[in-house]
């Protein structure tokens, strides 16, 4: 079945970048999600990517793909206070039914002054 | 546009009470999922609807039930709370099924 793998946790000081990694097992999965939790608050959608890019992006972040290692990395740069919150990296299976998706533990980034 | 609304937000219940976790979304979208999250298990789906009047199970869907007799909500059954059910409840909805969209969250206590 699949799995999605994450470090649990991660602690950066503020102005630096931050690297969460992901694996997944399932090659075949078409999209590959970052959401994005803060304390006591709901999933906020960050960012994707669509199985057939190897980078993607925004503003801040920076997410890439490794088909061929099945892994996905999120970057932020110039990590603030306010980014600290827990990372989920979520996979959406080629053969999952109706859409529904994996999703890993959870990475904990802690960011200090 | 509030988006997905899940209603309440905290609950205390006793071992064997029944209750009803509502979610409701306002940008017409066809699914809807209900997920549970317990410390260092991340998201599991429990149930899961493609459409107003279907519902499917997901990964652990024992003790609950599920219904979607209107296309912007989607409830969540237990009929006979355990301690095990105990976690924290989130909805989502999807137009398409690509992105899922989050409520805020019911917290839920069975003791």
């Known amino acids: 079945g699949e799995d999605v793998e994450q470090s649990l946790f991660l602690s950066v000081r503020e102005g630096d970048s931050s690297v969460i990694n992901c694996t997944y097992t399932?090659?075949?999965?078409?999209?590959l999600y970052w959401y994005k939790q803060e304390p006591g608050a709901g999933l906020q959608l960050l960012t994707y990517?669509?199985?057939?890019?190897d980078m993607k992006q925004d503003q801040r972040l920076t997410v890439l793909l490794n088909k061929k290692d099945k892994h996905l990395s999120l970057r932020i740069a110039d990590t603030q206070t306010g980014d600290s919150a827990i990372y989920f990296c979520?996979?959406?299976?080629?053969?999952?039914?109706?859409?529904?998706?994996?999703f890993g533990k959870g990475t904990m980034l802690l960011v200090s002054p | 546009n509030a988006g997905v609304t899940q209603t309440p937000k905290f609950r205390v219940l006793k071992t064997g009470q029944s209750m009803t976790l509502l979610c409701a979304q306002d940008?017409?979208?066809?699914?809807m999922y209900w997920y549970r999250q317990d410390p260092g298990m991340g998201l599991r789906l429990i149930h899961y609807?493609?459409?107003?009047?279907?519902?499917a199970k997901g990964e652990v869907p024992d003790g609950y039930n599920v219904s979607r007799l209107k296309k912007q909500n989607f409830l969540l059954g237990l009929e006979s709370a355990a301690p095990s059910q105990t976690s924290v409840y989130f909805c989502a909805s999807s137009y398409g099924g690509n992105i899922q969209y989050f409520g805020a969250g019911t917290r839920l206590s069975v003791l």
């Open positions: 979520a996979e959406r299976p080629a053969n999952s039914g109706y859409s529904t998706l994996t």
């Open positions: 399932d090659s075949s999965s078409t999209y």
């Open positions: 609807s493609v459409g107003e009047g279907t519902t």
């Open positions: 990517i669509f199985s057939n890019m």
């Open positions: 940008m017409n979208h066809e699914y």
